[in-house]
């Protein structure tokens, strides 16, 4: 029999519990890769607490990023596919499918380092 203390700890999958740390360790299925388009919408999802959006880019490369925009936040189910990432609708920001990498937020230069904050 579990202790109330023990189940919570089993049964707990966020990012800062002990076993969502162990499950985020290992592959899981969100979804069918064919409900993926190209160059279509965002696919928005949840997984272990957590929300996501999954796109398909021209190449035919998937994306899988946080549903927040890392600017301030806001859903980027609701971002426009560009082929090679997602416009975010609210200020234009653009986020790649590599590790959700920036390809150019709009006013910084080509080139120039950007360090967006976490939206939790
Ligand atoms: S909230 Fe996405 S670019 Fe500003």
Same mark, same amino acid.
């Given at each position: 029999?579990?202790?109330?203390?023990? $189940?919570?700890?089993?049964?707990?999958?966020?990012?800062?519990?002990?076993?969502?740390?162990?499950?985020?360790?290992?592959?899981?299925?969100?979804?069918?890769?064919?409900?993926?388009?190209?160059?279509?919408?965002?696919?928005?999802?949840?997984?272990?607490?957590? $929300?996501?959006?999954?796109?398909?880019?021209?190449?035919?490369?998937?994306?899988?990023?946080?549903?927040?925009?890392?600017?301030?936040?806001?859903?980027?189910?609701?971002?426009? $596919?560009?082929?090679?990432?997602?416009?975010?609708?609210?200020?234009?920001?653009?986020?790649?499918?590599?590790?959700?990498?920036?390809?150019?937020?709009?006013?910084?230069?080509?080139?120039?380092?950007?360090?967006?904050?976490?939206?939790?």
């Amino acid at each position: 029999m579990l202790t109330p203390e023990e $189940n919570e700890r089993l049964t707990r999958v966020g990012p800062d519990t002990p076993m969502g740390a162990m499950l985020r360790e290992y592959w899981l299925p969100a979804c069918r890769a064919a409900k993926v388009e190209a160059e279509g919408a965002p696919e928005r999802l949840r997984l272990m607490g957590e $929300n996501f959006v999954a796109f398909r880019g021209s190449d035919g490369r998937l994306g899988f990023i946080a549903e927040a925009c890392p600017h301030r936040c806001a859903s980027m189910a609701l971002a426009r $596919n560009e082929g090679d990432g997602l416009r975010c609708i609210f200020h234009g920001w653009k986020v790649g499918s590599t590790a959700g990498a920036w390809i150019r937020p709009p006013s910084r230069p080509s080139g120039a380092s950007v360090s967006p904050p976490m939206c939790r």
